[in-house]
């Protein structure tokens, strides 16, 4: 009587799919969102010696006690339409859109890799293109959210006339996130292994 055969070992891309699926999902449901209004936002600082010698007081009213330096700008009234939008694209919206198109090609990649061999070169073009989408869209983001919070602050500070001294020491609210270059670079460093992994098969190959 033959010994019984190991069962084959579970993949978890199948796994993997399901929750980039997922993730895909409520990226569609949550992008929505973030055109609906909530409340006061914050669009920035200014400093709080400029803020007293400016000629023109600046709404709404601020409270130096909240900073030494720097005093935030709370709109709490609705911005007009340009600020709105461009204050709702550099606060989640764009960084969300960036992620639909990697969480798509992921999905690609992870149903090839469990359908067909994966090491072979046209996955590691693939991996590399993703490394690379993901570095190029988080890049986007990053710059899209400063340009567009800059212009928010613009905005406001046109409308109210602030002086040039007071627009040189402003700050948009924005904080730098570089979340997108570790896995970019994982990703990038993944397909130089699946790289070596397809020349070294390629060499055996050769001698036998």
């Given at each position: 009587?033959?010994?019984?055969?190991?069962?084959?070992?579970?993949?978890?891309?199948?796994?993997?799919?399901?929750?980039?699926?997922?993730?895909?999902?409520?990226?569609?449901?949550?992008?929505?969102?973030?055109?609906?209004?909530?409340?006061?936002?914050?669009?920035?600082?200014?400093?709080?010696?400029?803020?007293?010698?400016?000629?023109?007081?600046?709404?709404?009213?601020?409270?130096?006690?909240?900073?030494?330096?720097?005093?935030?700008?709370?709109?709490?009234?609705?911005?007009?339409?340009?600020?709105?939008?461009?204050?709702?694209?550099?606060?989640?919206?764009?960084?969300?859109?960036?992620?639909?198109?990697?969480?798509?090609?992921?999905?690609?990649?992870?149903?090839?890799?469990?359908?067909?061999?994966?090491?072979?070169?046209?996955?590691?073009?693939?991996?590399?293109?993703?490394?690379?989408?993901?570095?190029?869209?988080g890049a986007f983001a990053e710059l899209?959210?400063?340009?567009?919070?800059?212009?928010?602050?613009?905005?406001?500070?046109?409308?109210?006339?602030?002086?040039?001294?007071?627009?040189?020491?402003?700050?948009?609210?924005?904080?730098?996130?570089?979340?997108?270059?570790?896995?970019?670079?994982?990703?990038?460093?993944?397909?130089?292994?699946?790289?070596?992994?397809?020349?070294?098969?390629?060499?055996?190959?050769?001698?036998?």
């Amino acid at each position: 009587m033959s010994p019984t055969p190991p069962s084959p070992r579970r993949s978890w891309l199948g796994v993997i799919q399901g929750l980039l699926l997922a993730m895909l999902i409520l990226d569609f449901l949550a992008l929505p969102l973030f055109v609906l209004p909530n409340g006061a936002i914050r669009i920035g600082s200014v400093g709080l010696i400029d803020l007293w010698s400016n000629r023109v007081e600046l709404p709404p009213r601020t409270h130096p006690e909240v900073s030494v330096d720097q005093v935030p700008i709370l709109l709490a009234v609705r911005p007009g339409s340009l600020q709105f939008v461009l204050y709702k694209l550099g606060h989640g919206f764009i960084y969300l859109a960036v992620t639909v198109p990697i969480l798509i090609y992921a999905r690609r990649i992870a149903n090839a890799a469990r359908l067909v061999d994966p090491f072979t070169r046209e996955m590691v073009r693939r991996l590399r293109r993703l490394g690379l989408l993901v570095l190029a869209g988080g890049a986007f983001a990053e710059l899209t959210s400063y340009l567009t919070s800059l212009a928010v602050l613009d905005i406001y500070l046109d409308r109210y006339h602030a002086e040039p001294l007071m627009r040189f020491n402003a700050l948009p609210d924005y904080q730098l996130s570089l979340w997108w270059v570790l896995p970019g670079l994982i990703l990038l460093g993944v397909s130089e292994i699946v790289r070596r992994g397809v020349d070294l098969r390629d060499e055996l190959n050769t001698v036998i």
